[in-house]
């Protein structure tokens, strides 16, 4: 199975600055026929289910603020958040869906 | 817009059995893959089970299988995952969740407890 590590587990950051969270996967996840990054992003806050914000690496899901955006290729992928608010005090998950699902451990944000 | 609801989450002694359920409305159900993922506090998230669309394809994780079955009733709507020989460590809250390659849509998740 594909192994995601996530870095750093934890990171407090100051309301409006960046939050960049790191993800590393132990085999690429691009596929070399539609040249698509099998990794999504999701968000979760306390006492609900996660919540995609980012898939294919770099789609924001709809509804999903600009501030959130994901880049990376291959094995090593980022998700930002341009501006950190209030509301995305959560736990960050990356995903790959190349192989048999797994998730990184998750990166806990706070201010 | 797609809702989820599972139920028939509890508590349950090593060995046993349970089975959990997924109520799915709000999109069409029959069309779309679904999976079960699971949440404990040390292992963070697991992808346990999926199905495709007309439940000919089953796929499991290594830890589950010969002991979990992924079914689905398209007439109903409905998601089941039916666990046996449950182990501590299936201790977890169960989340129903739709795919489109990734998990576009969740569920609040099921807990079940595996303890004597």
């Known amino acids: 199975d594909i192994v995601m590590i996530q870095s750093p587990d934890s990171l407090a950051v100051s309301l409006g600055e960046r939050a960049t969270i790191n993800c590393k996967a132990s085999?690429?996840?691009?596929?070399?026929?539609?040249?698509?990054?099998?990794l999504a992003w999701y968000q979760q806050k306390p006492g609900q289910p996660p919540k995609v914000l980012i898939y294919?690496?770099?789609t924001r899901e709809s509804g999903v603020p600009d501030r959130f955006s994901g880049s990376g290729s291959g094995t090593d992928f980022t998700l930002t958040i341009s501006s950190l608010q209030a509301e995305d005090v959560a736990v960050y998950y990356c995903?790959?869906?190349?192989?048999?699902?797994?998730f990184g451990q998750g990166t806990k944000v706070e201010i | 817009e797609a809702q989820l609801v599972e139920s028939g989450g509890g508590l349950v002694q090593p060995g046993g059995s349970l089975r959990i359920s997924c109520a799915a409305s709000?999109?069409?159900?029959?069309?779309?893959?679904m999976s079960w993922v699971r949440q404990t506090p040390g292992k963070g998230l697991e992808w346990v089970a999926n199905t495709n669309a007309d439940g000919s394809e089953k796929n499991y994780v290594d830890s589950v299988k010969g002991r979990f079955t992924i079914s689905r009733d398209n007439a109903k709507n409905s998601l089941y995952l039916q666990m046996n020989s449950l182990r501590a460590e299936d201790t977890a809250v169960y989340y129903c969740?739709?795919?489109?390659?990734?998990?576009?849509?969740w569920g609040h998740g099921t807990l079940v407890t595996v303890s004597s």
């Open positions: 969740s739709k795919e489109a390659y990734h998990f576009d849509y």
């Open positions: 995903q790959q869906y190349y192989g048999t699902k797994t």
């Open positions: 709000g999109f069409s159900f029959s069309h779309e893959s």
């Open positions: 085999q690429s996840v691009l596929s070399t026929s539609n040249k698509k990054n099998y």
């Open positions: 294919w690496a770099s």
